[in-house]
T-cell receptor, first 109, second 114 residues
Framework: GDSVTQMEGPVTLSEEAFLTINCTYT??????LFWYVQYPGEGLQLLLKATKADDKGSNKGFEATYRKETTSFHLEKGSVQVSDSAVYFCALRDDKIIFGKGTRLHILP | EAQVTQNPRYLITVTGKKLTVTCSQNMNHEYMSWYRQDPGLGLRQIYY???????DKGDVPEGYKVSRKEKRNFPLILESPSPNQTSLYFC?????????????FGPGTRLTVT
């Protein structure tokens, strides 16, 4: 069946560092891919998405490219801020909706 | 404001005492679902509904019931809660079931069953 695997956390970085959170997927169809972010005490909210191969989603300085050849959707940001501290979830949606286990990100000032 | 609301936000109860967590959305969305979030396990889907009177099991439906009598509401019912249902619960909605639609999440309900 479909699945999503993302790097385990926590990930701790200093402010202004470069961020990569890896996400790979397996799917039998042609899913859309999503990154959601969960700030402390809140529900998940959409960060970015891509609906077909080679699409790039971007928002708030974050980017991710839908790579069908490597079945990946890695999240990147060039310069993180303390306010980016949160839990990040990679997800796919096809016939089903599948979430990764989440990656907790800590940014130190 | 477009939103998904859940009530209560926090609930402590005892084993076996029936409870209902309400979920409502004001976006006229067709698709709604319930998830539980547990440490190390991420989000797991409990039940989903593609439209009024249409519900189906997700990955972890045991011990839960749902109903969808109106488009905006999708309550989660625990007929006889047990301690292993202690978790953080999220309701979510999306315009439809197409894969391109993102989900809109409620703020969560933290349930403790003693």
């Amino acid at each position: 069946g479909d699945s999503v695997t993302q790097m385990e956390g926590p990930v701790t970085l200093s402010e202004e560092a470069f961020l990569t959170i890896n996400c790979t997927y397996t799917a039998t169809g042609y899913p859309s891919l999503f990154w959601y972010v969960q700030y402390p005490g809140e529900g998940l909210q959409l960060l970015l998405k891509a609906t077909k191969a080679d699409d790039k989603g971007s928002n708030k300085g974050f980017e991710a490219t839908y790579r069908k050849e490597t079945t990946s959707f890695h999240l990147e940001k060039g310069s993180v801020q303390v306010s980016d501290s949160a839990v990040y979830f990679c997800a796919l949606r096809d016939d089903k909706i599948i979430f990764g286990k989440g990656t907790r990100l800590h940014i130190l000032p | 404001e477009a939103q998904v609301t859940q009530n209560p936000r926090y609930l402590i109860t005892v084993t076996g005492k029936k409870l209902t967590v309400t979920c409502s959305q004001n976006m006229n969305h067709e698709y709604m679902s319930w998830y539980r979030q547990d440490p190390g396990l991420g989000l797991r889907q409990i039940y989903y509904s593609m439209n009024v009177e249409v519900t189906d099991k997700g990955d972890v439906p045991e011990g839960y019931k749902v109903s969808r009598k109106e488009k905006r509401n999708f309550p989660l019912i625990l007929e006889s809660p047990s301690p292993n249902q202690t978790s953080l619960y999220f309701c979510a909605s999306s315009p439809g079931q197409a894969s391109s639609y993102e989900q809109y999440f409620g703020p969560g309900t933290r349930l403790t069953v003693t």
